[in-house]
């Protein structure tokens, strides 16, 4: 016998589970900031002001340069989710926010998914899964085709000792898994959550193809701002580097994390080891490398996870979901 719950009920658990979520990611920034075994807040409140990073004109300047970034990642969902349902810039703003909000603390970004999708009725959502999982494809196309660049010239200026055998053996056994899942698997229909592979790849075909030059394009320029600004604040911390010693380092750094699962309110930690390391050979201050991860982390995820802790309290949830 199938039981319903009342519409009050039902209200009452969905307020509490957008107040969990906004708490959930609250107290996760606050541990992360306050108990950093890496970083004392402190030291890093000592330094940032030391150094001037916390004046009107630096703070302007990087706060900018995340307004561009965020800016382009709503366009793009904008532009990416249209080819299932049109909706406005605002639209994509709260959609973007929210879910960054919802995902903080969930591996790998993971939430993100479920919670775009909860914005649409139900015959949307498994379209605007493949939409975001394409989206998201895109992005990590870019982090690892800089990435592998930057990487390459890294390791050549600083004779870093790089086994590629094994590698070039691991990317053979990944491209032939790949193959095999799309020769093979595709044509058996297998299904994923009620999505079969088959369809993941009908759906990415008849995807505008001017779309996703554009999607491409934004992920570029996503890429190019962050990368520019994580330069920057080492600029403003007095690091004595050019842009064009600093940026392999800053790829590889993406390049080696975005391949790294973690819990996305760790990946802050994962950032900061892997630059200290990368950044070492340079022989720049342990201390002003996990700031700069610190501050990035503060700019581009903590501060617009604020304004999307917003829109997921004043979420409606449909009578049509």
Do not use: C
């Not at 919802?102 to 649409?120: C, D, M, Q, V």
């Amino acid at each position: 016998m199938h039981y319903a719950l009342p519409y009050k009920t039902k209200q009452f658990f969905f307020v509490l589970i957008k107040l969990s979520i906004v708490i959930g990611a609250g107290y996760f920034i606050y541990q992360k900031l306050i108990t950093n075994p890496d970083l004392d807040f402190n030291t890093f409140i000592q330094l940032t002001s030391k150094n001037g990073i916390l004046s009107l004109k630096n703070s302007i300047i990087l706060v900018v340069l995340s307004f561009l970034n965020w800016f382009l990642e709503i366009i793009k969902w904008q532009y990416l989710a249209s080819v299932v349902k049109k909706i406005s810039f605002k639209d994509a703003l709260h959609q973007s926010l929210g879910a960054l909000t919802a995902s903080l603390f969930t591996p790998n970004r993971i939430g993100e998914y479920g919670a775009k999708a909860i914005f649409y009725n139900k015959p949307y959502r498994k379209k605007i899964l493949l939409v975001n999982l394409l989206s998201n494809i895109m992005q990590m196309s870019i982090t690892l085709a800089l990435g592998i660049i930057g990487f390459s010239i890294y390791s050549n200026s600083y004779d870093i000792a790089v086994n590629y055998y094994k590698i070039a053996r691991f990317l053979t056994l990944l491209l032939t898994i790949i193959v095999l899942i799309i020769l093979g698997i595709t044509q058996k229909r297998y299904k994923i959550k009620g999505i079969s592979i088959q369809r993941i790849r009908d759906f990415v075909m008849r995807f505008p193809k001017s779309k996703l030059h554009l999607g491409i394009l934004l992920s570029l320029g996503r890429y190019l701002i962050f990368s520019f600004q994580f330069f920057v604040i080492l600029y403003f911390f007095k690091v004595n580097i050019t842009y064009l010693e600093a940026i392999p380092v800053i790829t590889s750094m993406y390049l080696i994390t975005s391949i790294l699962p973690s819990i996305f309110i760790f990946d802050v930690v994962i950032k900061g080891s892997v630059a200290v390391y990368l950044f070492s050979l340079l022989g720049i201050n342990d201390l002003i490398i996990l700031s700069t991860i610190t501050i990035m982390w503060l700019l581009n995820f903590v501060i617009p996870s604020i304004f999307g802790s917003f829109y997921v309290l004043n979420f409606k949830f449909s009578a049509q979901n």
